[in-house]
């Protein structure tokens, strides 16, 4: 089911069928308002290929040289199919309880890589990317930030030689890319934004205690199943991804932000860092607005943010970029794109589509 929604009067009219949606989908539009893609922009680098994925056939791992620190990213599909699916995983680094990465996305990406060009990076603190300061020593409490995040994905693409690209993230990733978007950088020309409580307003509610008090040591099977079972509606997909998740948690860059989120100053700066940009997110879309079209998706039965957070994160959105969209994911959690791959694939897949 598909409805259409003025962004100035937000009340749902005009019920037809989603295109390319099924069962599990119910999608909103602002508007169907033709939009005209950014010029491209990038500048092309030799990258250190390493040898083919065994978790995902067909995707190529690299790594690439951050100013002397090494830095993951999963690469797969026509390298010349035009604009590419850059997809960036969510997490606070060294807090998040399960070890997000690349790996996060799953199957998802080898669908997308059958479709175009695909690529998937490791945040730092997460996977095979290690952080760094500024000066480009090991990290410090300055280096676990949303604004080093913002930067990260940026060098990470325009080293990466994309011209063009669709980005599509999930959590804290979300909330980076939007405000990556707002720099205007020449090659974002849209965002989807997945199941993001860290851009979705909070309010004064009631804490989230979805994930509190894990178990501990961190990188044990045990513990990383106890979190990813916690932020699904279902558990049929944690399986396929505990491996590659205990590796991630027990990988030098997870552990050395652990270490350094176990100061409560690092831990302080995180959430400032978290409130500071979410603040920035919101001014932003109250003056010109996110200035590519924007894409929310949300599960039905997410623990860590309501349904009703995620509509408002689109509301503020669509306040200023006509060309917003808001899918909602049936029997899915806080991974709609584990749970539901082939309704996340389909409303992800039609909202690029419709943009070209």
Known sequence: MSRDISPSANTPRNSTPCSRAFSPCIAWRATRTPWTPRTPWATHKDLAMNDASMTFPGLQTC???MGGRPARILRGGDADAGTAM???HGGAPGLTPYGSGAHIWGQVLRRFAADGAVLALDLPGFGGTEAATAAGSAGN???YSIESMIDHI???LRAAGIRRCHIVAHDTGGLAALLLACRQPGYVEAV????SVAAAPTGDGVENLTLAHPPLPAGTRDSQRWALERVSYSHHHVRDVLDDCVRAA???????AAAHMADAATRQAWAASLARSKARLFELCRDGGVPVPV???WGTHDPLATVDQGMWLYRILAQRQPTTHFHLINRAGALPFREEPDAFHAVVSAFSDALR
Request: charged fraction near 10%.
């Open 63 to 65: 790594m690439l040289d």
């Open 295 to 297: 894409q929310v998706i």
């Open 141 to 143: 409490a300055s280096t």
């Open 192 to 195: 989807s934004v997945v199941s």
């Open 250 to 256: 027990r990988q030098a860059p997870a552990l050395a």
């Open 154 to 156: 940026d060098a990470v």
């Open 86 to 88: 850059v997809f960036v």
